[in-house]
Protein backbone atom coordinates (compact mmCIF):
# COMPACT_ATOMS: atom_id res chain seq x y z
CA UNK A 1 0.00 0.00 0.00
CA UNK A 2 0.84 3.58 0.10
CA UNK A 3 1.75 5.43 2.91
CA UNK A 4 2.37 9.08 4.43
CA UNK A 5 3.83 8.96 8.04
CA UNK A 6 3.64 11.78 10.40
CA UNK A 7 5.69 11.75 13.61
CA UNK A 8 7.83 14.16 15.40
CA UNK A 9 10.76 11.35 16.70
CA UNK A 10 13.14 11.02 14.23
CA UNK A 11 14.07 7.80 15.54
CA UNK A 12 10.49 6.03 15.53
CA UNK A 13 9.50 8.06 11.89
CA UNK A 14 12.91 6.20 10.86
CA UNK A 15 12.40 2.87 12.13
CA UNK A 16 8.97 2.81 10.54
CA UNK A 17 10.04 3.54 7.35
CA UNK A 18 12.39 0.49 7.31
CA UNK A 19 9.61 -1.53 8.46
CA UNK A 20 7.17 -0.55 5.71
CA UNK A 21 9.60 -0.75 3.11
CA UNK A 22 11.02 -3.88 4.24
CA UNK A 23 7.35 -5.25 3.99
CA UNK A 24 6.86 -4.08 0.59
CA UNK A 25 5.06 -0.66 1.37
CA UNK A 26 5.16 2.17 -0.62
CA UNK A 27 6.13 5.34 1.86
CA UNK A 28 5.25 8.15 -0.08
CA UNK A 29 6.16 10.97 2.46
CA UNK A 30 8.00 10.99 6.08
CA UNK A 31 7.27 14.17 8.03
CA UNK A 32 7.73 15.80 11.23
CA UNK A 33 4.65 18.17 11.59
CA UNK A 34 0.74 18.51 10.85
CA UNK A 35 1.34 20.90 8.06
CA UNK A 36 3.92 18.72 6.38
CA UNK A 37 1.20 16.02 6.80
CA UNK A 38 -1.46 18.42 4.83
CA UNK A 39 0.97 19.24 2.42
CA UNK A 40 1.98 15.91 1.67
CA UNK A 41 -1.28 14.20 1.35
CA UNK A 42 -2.39 17.25 -0.76
CA UNK A 43 0.33 16.41 -3.37
CA UNK A 44 -0.36 12.47 -3.42
CA UNK A 45 -3.35 11.24 -1.25
CA UNK A 46 -2.13 8.06 0.20
CA UNK A 47 -4.07 5.14 0.79
CA UNK A 48 -3.33 5.26 4.35
CA UNK A 49 -1.69 8.07 7.07
CA UNK A 50 -0.07 6.92 10.11
CA UNK A 51 0.05 10.13 12.45
CA UNK A 52 1.44 10.96 16.22
CA UNK A 53 -0.96 12.96 18.38
CA UNK A 54 0.80 15.03 19.49
CA UNK A 55 3.02 17.20 17.47
CA UNK A 56 5.10 20.69 16.80
CA UNK A 57 4.69 23.27 17.61
CA UNK A 58 2.26 22.93 20.58
CA UNK A 59 2.82 18.69 21.17
CA UNK A 60 -1.08 18.87 21.82
CA UNK A 61 -3.72 18.06 19.86
CA UNK A 62 -2.04 19.22 15.99
CA UNK A 63 -1.46 15.63 14.58
CA UNK A 64 -5.22 14.12 15.44
CA UNK A 65 -6.46 17.63 14.10
CA UNK A 66 -4.65 17.02 10.86
CA UNK A 67 -6.39 13.45 10.86
CA UNK A 68 -9.72 14.77 11.20
CA UNK A 69 -9.15 17.34 8.19
CA UNK A 70 -7.80 15.14 6.38
CA UNK A 71 -10.85 12.71 6.61
CA UNK A 72 -12.99 15.44 5.69
CA UNK A 73 -11.04 16.51 2.58
CA UNK A 74 -10.15 12.93 1.30
CA UNK A 75 -12.76 10.76 2.92
CA UNK A 76 -11.37 7.50 1.37
CA UNK A 77 -7.82 8.22 2.77
CA UNK A 78 -7.17 5.30 6.01
CA UNK A 79 -6.45 7.09 8.86
CA UNK A 80 -4.14 4.95 11.53
CA UNK A 81 -3.37 6.71 14.52
CA UNK A 82 -0.16 6.45 16.77
CA UNK A 83 0.32 7.55 20.46
CA UNK A 84 1.18 7.27 23.73
CA UNK A 85 -2.44 8.59 24.60
CA UNK A 86 -5.90 8.32 24.73
CA UNK A 87 -7.51 11.70 23.55
CA UNK A 88 -11.22 10.64 23.99
CA UNK A 89 -12.56 13.73 22.72
CA UNK A 90 -10.57 13.87 19.96
CA UNK A 91 -10.85 10.21 19.01
CA UNK A 92 -14.99 10.42 19.61
CA UNK A 93 -14.84 13.40 16.56
CA UNK A 94 -12.29 11.34 14.35
CA UNK A 95 -14.27 8.03 14.78
CA UNK A 96 -17.94 9.58 14.04
CA UNK A 97 -17.39 11.45 11.22
CA UNK A 98 -17.57 7.81 9.08
CA UNK A 99 -17.38 4.36 10.77
CA UNK A 100 -14.48 2.94 8.16
CA UNK A 101 -10.85 3.15 7.29
CA UNK A 102 -9.99 4.18 11.31
CA UNK A 103 -7.32 3.02 13.63
CA UNK A 104 -6.14 4.20 17.17
CA UNK A 105 -2.93 2.34 18.58
CA UNK A 106 -0.94 3.06 21.19
CA UNK A 107 3.00 3.11 20.41
CA UNK A 108 3.64 -0.06 22.50
CA UNK A 109 2.18 -2.09 20.25
CA UNK A 110 4.46 -1.10 17.08
CA UNK A 111 6.89 -3.42 19.23
CA UNK A 112 4.47 -6.00 18.13
CA UNK A 113 5.08 -5.94 15.01
CA UNK A 114 3.01 -8.54 12.91
CA UNK A 115 -0.33 -6.55 14.98
CA UNK A 116 0.43 -3.12 13.86
CA UNK A 117 0.96 -4.52 10.29
CA UNK A 118 -2.10 -6.34 10.51
CA UNK A 119 -3.62 -3.13 11.71
CA UNK A 120 -2.46 -1.28 8.78
CA UNK A 121 -4.22 -3.63 6.81
CA UNK A 122 -7.14 -3.69 8.29
CA UNK A 123 -7.36 0.30 8.05
CA UNK A 124 -6.51 0.62 4.45
CA UNK A 125 -9.02 -2.02 3.44
CA UNK A 126 -11.80 -0.03 5.30
CA UNK A 127 -11.90 -1.95 8.68
CA UNK A 128 -11.32 -0.33 12.30
CA UNK A 129 -8.50 -1.20 14.29
CA UNK A 130 -8.10 -0.35 18.02
CA UNK A 131 -5.47 -0.92 20.66
CA UNK A 132 -7.44 -3.20 23.74
CA UNK A 133 -6.79 -0.05 26.19
CA UNK A 134 -7.98 2.85 23.69
CA UNK A 135 -11.25 0.38 23.95
CA UNK A 136 -11.45 0.91 27.69
CA UNK A 137 -10.96 4.04 28.31
CA UNK A 138 -13.56 4.74 25.40
CA UNK A 139 -15.96 2.85 26.71
CA UNK A 140 -15.24 3.60 30.48
CA UNK A 141 -18.02 4.81 32.78
CA UNK A 142 -19.07 7.85 33.59
CA UNK A 143 -21.36 9.71 36.31
CA UNK A 144 -24.19 9.15 33.37
CA UNK A 145 -26.16 6.50 32.99
CA UNK A 146 -23.70 3.70 32.08
CA UNK A 147 -25.22 2.94 28.07
CA UNK A 148 -23.40 -0.52 28.82
CA UNK A 149 -25.42 -1.48 31.55
CA UNK A 150 -28.17 -3.59 29.76
CA UNK A 151 -25.74 -5.37 28.16
CA UNK A 152 -24.21 -8.64 30.01
CA UNK A 153 -20.61 -9.67 30.38
CA UNK A 154 -20.09 -12.32 27.74
CA UNK A 155 -21.93 -9.38 25.63
CA UNK A 156 -19.46 -6.74 26.94
CA UNK A 157 -16.75 -8.74 25.92
CA UNK A 158 -17.96 -9.27 22.43
CA UNK A 159 -18.45 -5.58 22.18
CA UNK A 160 -14.54 -4.74 23.20
CA UNK A 161 -13.35 -6.91 20.72
CA UNK A 162 -15.83 -5.79 18.04
CA UNK A 163 -14.33 -2.25 19.36
CA UNK A 164 -11.06 -3.96 18.16
CA UNK A 165 -11.96 -4.53 14.53
CA UNK A 166 -12.41 -8.57 15.14
CA UNK A 167 -14.31 -10.26 12.97
CA UNK A 168 -16.81 -12.95 14.78
CA UNK A 169 -14.82 -15.77 13.82
CA UNK A 170 -11.76 -13.91 15.54
CA UNK A 171 -13.72 -13.31 18.61
CA UNK A 172 -15.08 -16.72 19.22
CA UNK A 173 -11.18 -18.14 18.94
CA UNK A 174 -10.45 -15.39 21.59
CA UNK A 175 -13.16 -16.30 23.87
CA UNK A 176 -13.31 -19.99 23.35
CA UNK A 177 -16.64 -20.16 22.31
CA UNK A 178 -19.02 -20.90 19.04
CA UNK A 179 -19.16 -18.59 16.08
CA UNK A 180 -22.77 -19.22 16.32
CA UNK A 181 -22.62 -18.04 19.97
CA UNK A 182 -20.67 -14.37 19.34
CA UNK A 183 -23.63 -14.06 16.41
CA UNK A 184 -26.29 -14.60 18.75
CA UNK A 185 -24.36 -11.88 21.08
CA UNK A 186 -23.72 -9.31 18.38
CA UNK A 187 -27.68 -9.31 17.67
CA UNK A 188 -28.34 -9.27 21.29
CA UNK A 189 -26.03 -6.23 21.29
CA UNK A 190 -27.40 -4.87 18.78
CA UNK A 191 -30.50 -5.42 19.86
CA UNK A 192 -30.15 -3.91 23.06
CA UNK A 193 -28.25 -0.68 21.54
CA UNK A 194 -31.26 0.26 19.26
CA UNK A 195 -29.51 -0.71 16.09
CA UNK A 196 -30.90 -3.50 14.98
CA UNK A 197 -32.84 -2.34 12.34
CA UNK A 198 -29.72 0.92 11.01
CA UNK A 199 -29.79 0.49 7.48
CA UNK A 200 -27.09 2.36 5.63
CA UNK A 201 -23.76 1.99 8.11
CA UNK A 202 -21.89 -0.12 9.74
CA UNK A 203 -23.69 -1.08 13.27
CA UNK A 204 -20.86 -2.83 14.65
CA UNK A 205 -19.26 0.26 14.57
CA UNK A 206 -22.40 2.53 15.92
CA UNK A 207 -22.27 -0.03 18.18
CA UNK A 208 -18.88 1.29 19.43
CA UNK A 209 -19.50 5.34 18.71
CA UNK A 210 -22.30 4.87 20.79
CA UNK A 211 -20.29 5.41 23.40
CA UNK A 212 -17.25 7.50 22.81
CA UNK A 213 -18.52 10.64 24.02
CA UNK A 214 -18.09 9.53 27.72
Request: aromatic letters at 4%.
Amino acid sequence: MRLILAEDSALLREGLVRLLTDEGHEVLAAVGDAEQLLAAVAATPPDLIVVDVRMPPTHTDEGLRAALEIRRRWPDVGVLVLSQYVEKRYAAELLGGTASGVGYLLKDRVVQVGEFLDALDRVAAGGAAFDPEVVRQLLARTTRVDPLAALTPRERDVLEHMAQGCTNAHIAAKLHVSQSAVEKHVNAIFDKLDLAHVTGYSRRVLAVLRYLGT
